[in-house]
């Protein structure tokens, strides 16, 4: 079996000699292969949350086919309420217009959705100094790793 490494290569017109049989007894063919660019193709992790609604998964070029899980369609749409929580290894194959075919992966994570709870109101008197709003709001968090971003 012979092995051919086009990485290595530039693109470009390559002649070969393919020999086979034995010393006294052989046949030679001479072939060239011609090593042409592959596209580049490009896709992206992705984080939802599990009611994150049906989403489309990003590549570029866009035309490929997408795999390996059910809750992806062929056309690259995921959808969390079929996958769960969980991290997902899904593939994306394109064929670029010389024939390459380029294959990529991505992992999409689904999250659950965070719950808080908190107290509805507080007194904080002016001359308090600083104080912590998660224990004087008595915030929950479930996961207890969110991070809490506090407007007003």
Do not use: R
Not at 108 to 117: C, D, K, L, Q
């Amino acid at each position: 079996m012979s092995i051919f490494d086009p990485s290595i290569l530039s693109p470009g017109s390559y002649p070969i000699t393919y020999t086979v049989g034995t010393i006294g007894c052989q046949s030679m063919a001479n072939i060239t292969l011609q090593v042409v660019a592959s596209e580049n193709v490009t896709v992206t992790d992705t984080i939802l949350c599990e009611n994150t609604p049906i989403t489309q998964l990003v590549a570029s070029p866009s035309t490929g086919i997408w795999s390996g899980h059910p809750a992806v369609t062929a056309s690259g749409l995921f959808d969390p309420s079929l996958s769960g929580i969980d991290d997902f290894s899904i593939d994306y194959v394109y064929q670029d217009i010389n024939g390459c075919t380029i294959e990529k992966n991505i992992n999409v994570t689904v999250e659950a959705f965070p719950i808080i709870s908190a107290s509805d109101t507080s007194v904080v008197c002016v001359g308090s100094g600083m104080v912590s709003l998660e224990e004087i709001l008595n915030i929950n968090t479930n996961p207890s790793e969110v991070l809490l971003v506090f407007l007003g």
